[in-house]
């Protein structure tokens, strides 16, 4: 059974930088996802990367400040997070999913089997 495993989190000013890690070892799985969670709002996806490396998804709330990447030997997959906006706040969890499908984008929280307890981001202005 995998247990991802957050880190990272913490206070960062707007328009900074933070990158979040989630460690997943064990098996199998051929997907990890990010996802976030506001007070008060439903959990929403962030993007999602293939085992490989070869297929990585953003969503587009968030397309061209969050980077999604992996380092394979080290089972660890990244979210490195650039311009950082109030709205950004929430908690942020990452997830391992067993769907072998390569092509396939993992945007439901549904798709996913085991999830880490989530680390808090917050966003000073």
């Known amino acids: 059974q995998v247990q991802p495993v957050e880190s990272g989190g913490g206070l960062v000013q707007a328009g900074g930088s933070l990158r979040l890690s989630c460690g997943a070892s064990g098996g199998p799985y051929y997907a990890v996802g990010w996802f976030r969670q506001a007070p008060g709002n439903e959990r929403e996806f962030v993007g999602d990367?293939?085992?490989?490396?070869?297929?990585?998804y953003t969503a587009d709330s968030v397309k061209g400040r969050f980077t999604i990447s992996r380092d394979r030997a080290k089972n660890t997959v990244f979210l490195q997070m650039n311009e950082w906006k109030p709205e950004d706040t929430a908690i942020y969890y990452c997830?391992?999913?067993?769907?072998?499908?390569?092509?396939?984008?993992?945007?439901?929280?549904?798709?996913?089997?085991?999830w880490g307890q989530g680390t808090q981001v917050t966003v000073s202005s």
């Open positions: 997830a391992t999913s067993r769907d072998p499908s390569y092509r396939k984008v993992h945007i439901s929280a549904l798709e996913y089997d085991s």
């Open positions: 990367i293939s085992v490989s490396g070869g297929r990585i």
